[in-house]
């Protein structure tokens, strides 16, 4: 793995967070959208879990990601901002829906995706600060 995957990486999970967040807010109810949260969500949260719990490969993200990347900050920024913006729609349409619509429920999907992708996001802005584990 090297700097170039992990910034693609991070702009592709930007931008289907950014959709899974207008999607939030408009509704299109589109299956293959619903598929694409759902898988992108899947490969987010392995993705954190496997550079987690697998020590050499914590270490070679590590050293990829020391020196930073470029407007990694503002990334980090929106992915959050995309994370707080989905949980309060998500919010508001539990209180004008109940808690048992389907509506709130196709918000799990959506929100996994983008509470995952936020995840990679907050620990690749961390290694680029870290040094290396001796």
């Known amino acids: 793995m090297n700097r170039k995957a992990l910034d693609v990486i991070s ?12 999607d939030l807010l408009t509704r299109w109810d589109n299956t293959i959208l ?3 949260y759902f898988i992108w969500g899947v490969a987010s949260a392995a993705m954190v879990a496997i550079v987690l719990l697998a020590y050499k490969v914590r270490q070679q993200v590590q050293e990829v ?8 900050g503002l990334r980090l920024a929106l992915s959050v901002m995309l994370l707080v913006l989905g949980w309060y ?5 539990e209180a004008l829906y109940g ?3 389907a509506m709130v429920a196709d918000n799990g999907i959506r929100m996994f995706c983008v509470i995952f992708s936020a995840v990679f ?3 690749y802005f961390a290694y680029t600060k870290k040094k ?3």
């Open 132 to 134: 290396p584990e001796r």
């Open 34 to 36: 619903l598929l694409l």
């Open 89 to 93: 729609v998500n919010a508001a349409s």
């Open 65 to 72: 990601c020391r020196g930073g990347a470029p407007l990694l």
């Open 121 to 123: 996001h907050v620990i």
């Open 11 to 22: 702009l592709v999970g930007l931008l289907i967070c950014a959709v899974a967040v207008a």
């Open 99 to 101: 808690a048992d619509s």
